[in-house]
């Protein structure tokens, strides 16, 4: 592992490049855990959903079964960090939106700034989805958000790992929140669209202010037509 500088955002790509369907190619699996140790993204075709947890990247498929993505698998988009949380509390999560608002608790001068999370317990529901992959080069991702696979899981123990981007960044990032789930046996998870937590679960997080992107130098990238569509991005990635 590279010295990686704490809570420092490193992301490979941007939302809009997937949103244009450049997901072809990226970087590996072993360089991605170079850069950190939580975080969210995809793989090739966007086939399923990519978390990084605990020096191990898993490939979240669709109908929610899980793989670990191996050394050379590539990731043409990721967003990650070398977590170390400045701030743990046990709160209760009424529904998704109460992870904004914990995050606001505890920093509420960081509208502008980026903020990383892991929350750990057992969540009393979590409605989770997975990306199915392009079923042709350059599928756009807000097409392949109509046929996504959708579960819904009660009382789950597992982790989710999470970033709130600000709003002016849509398109670079997700704006607002962005959550990937994982059940601690490992076996299902996914994107996260709906999430209780009727018992206290264990939140951390980290305020994050300095960001490296990398782009893509392949002609896909180049050629791709990339413009920020909010409608389009909260009904995917919402
Ligand atoms: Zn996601």
């Given at each position: 592992m590279s010295p990686v500088e704490p809570n420092h955002i490193y992301q490979y790509s941007l939302v809009n490049a997937l949103m244009a369907g450049v997901s072809e190619s990226g970087i590996t699996t072993t360089q991605l855990l170079t850069k950190g140790n939580l975080g969210l993204g995809t793989f090739v075709r966007m086939d399923g959903e990519l978390l990084l947890l605990d020096d191990k990247v898993y490939q979240l498929q669709s109908h929610g079964k899980i793989r670990e993505a191996a050394a050379h698998d590539q990731i043409p988009y990721a967003v990650c960090t070398q977590f170390v949380p400045e701030h743990t509390l046990s709160v209760n999560l009424a529904h998704k939106d109460a992870v904004d608002r914990v995050l606001q608790d505890v920093n509420p001068d960081a509208e502008n700034l980026f903020m990383a999370y892991r929350i750990t317990g057992t969540f009393s529901h979590a409605r989770c989805r997975t990306v199915k992959g392009?079923?042709?080069?350059?599928?756009?991702l807000a097409e392949l958000g109509q046929s996504q696979f959708v579960a819904e899981y009660k009382d789950v123990e597992g982790t989710v790992v999470g970033f709130r981007s600000p709003r002016a960044w849509q398109g670079f990032f997700v704006a607002g929140e962005h959550l990937h789930f994982i059940s601690d046996d490992r076996t299902f998870g996914g994107h996260v669209l709906e999430l209780t937590a009727e018992q206290e679960v264990k939140f951390e997080v980290a305020t994050v202010a300095d960001v490296h992107i990398e782009l893509p130098r392949t002609k896909t990238f180049n050629a791709a037509k990339m413009e920020t569509d909010d409608m389009g991005l909260k009904s995917v990635e919402g």
């Open positions: 392009q079923e042709y080069a350059g599928q756009p």
